[in-house]
């Protein structure tokens, strides 16, 4: 693994968020402050990152298997000093993670992608929100494409604030 770190410029940071949200959102992703981590292994899909300058934060929020409660916020980062993007080109997708460095004094948190593929993460995530919905009504047969397109409308729905 031959990663190099990327410094986005703070100037950059809402923009270069929306990119990176609207192109990994609903990898399989991991976080951790320094050596511990806050979400491991299997990891959670990532929703999206937002930064809010006026309160100088940075969140990060996965989502859950609750089609009730999609949306979870795994970690935020107050007064972030520094955004890096995490790149690794012999991989098959070449941007493996984010980095940010928050105000001095506390540990850097990184969020690391365990799946290349978005869109294998998302098919994974539908069919888990859908085995949910199917439970949740009694496990009865036959409804199972409602099901399916209700759990992509209820992801779709969820995660559209963060394109």
Request: with cysteine; net charge negative; hydrophobic share 40%.
């Amino acid at each position: 693994m031959a990663e190099k770190k990327i410094r986005i410029l703070k100037r950059d940071w809402a923009n270069f968020l929306k990119d990176f949200n609207r192109m990994n959102q609903f990898r399989t992703a991991v976080v951790s402050i320094g050596d511990d981590y806050i979400v491991g292994a299997p990891g959670m899909p990532l929703l999206g990152l937002d930064y809010d300058e006026k309160a100088r934060r940075v969140e990060i929020f996965l989502g859950t298997q609750d089609p009730d409660n999609l949306t979870h916020l795994a970690h935020a980062v107050d007064v972030p000093r520094a955004i890096y993007l995490i790149r690794d080109e012999e991989a098959a997708n070449p941007v493996v993670g984010i980095q940010i460095q928050g105000a001095p004094g506390t540990k850097m948190t990184r969020i690391y992608f365990l799946e290349d593929s978005a869109e294998e993460s998302r098919h994974k995530w539908v069919a888990s929100i859908a085995h949910t919905i199917y439970e949740r009504r009694g496990m009865e047969p036959g409804s199972d494409q409602a099901d399916w397109f209700l759990a992509e409308e209820i992801i779709e729905s969820t995660c559209s604030q963060y394109k």
